[in-house]
C-alpha cells in the first residue's frame, strides 16, 4: 500500500508544527518552501486539518498556523483515515472485473490495511519527533 503525497504533505506539516516553539505560528508560505510542496496543495491540506480541528489558522498580523491539540493526542492512524482518499488497494468495480465473485484478494487486501491501520493506531505525531537538540530541521524563531 502506498499513500497519497497528500497524506505524505500532511504528516510533514504536522510534523512541522509540532517542532515550532511554544507560542509560534508558521505561514503557509513557511511551510511550503520548506518542502517545497506548492502553496494551493497546503491551503487544501490546512483547511482540511483545520475542519477537523487537529490545526488553529489565526489570519492578519502575527497569524499562522498552530497545532490545536498537543502532539501526543494526535494519532497517525487517524490523520491518514483524514487525509486519505481511500484505503481500498484495489478496485474490482472499475472496470468491473469478471472473475470478482470468485476471487478472493479484494478482502485479503481489506484485512491487510485493516493490520496497517491497527498498527498505525499506536503512534501519535509526538512518537515522529526527534530530540529538539537532535533535530535535523531547525525552525527559526521569528
Known sequence: MQLTRYTDYGLRTLIYLALLPAGRKASIDEISQTYAISRNNLNKIVHQLGKAKVIQTQRGKGGGVFLNL?????????????????????????????????????????????????????????????????????????
Not at 122 to 131: N, R
Open 70 to 142: 498537543p502532539a501526543e493526542k494526535i494519532n497517525i492512524a487517524e490523520m491518514v483515515l483524514l487525509l486519505e482518499n481511500t484505503m481500498q488497494v484495489v478496485e474490482c468495480n472499475k472496470p468491473p472485473c469478471c472473475i470478482s465473485p470468485a476471487c478472493k484478494l479484494k478482502g485479503i487486501f481489506a484485512d491487510a490495511t485493516q493490520a496497517f491501520v491497527t498498527s498505525l493506531r499506536g503512534y501519535y505525531l509526538s512518537d515522529l519527533l526527534v530530540d529538539e537538540q537532535k533535530s535535523l530541521l531547525k525552525i527559526s524563531v521569528s
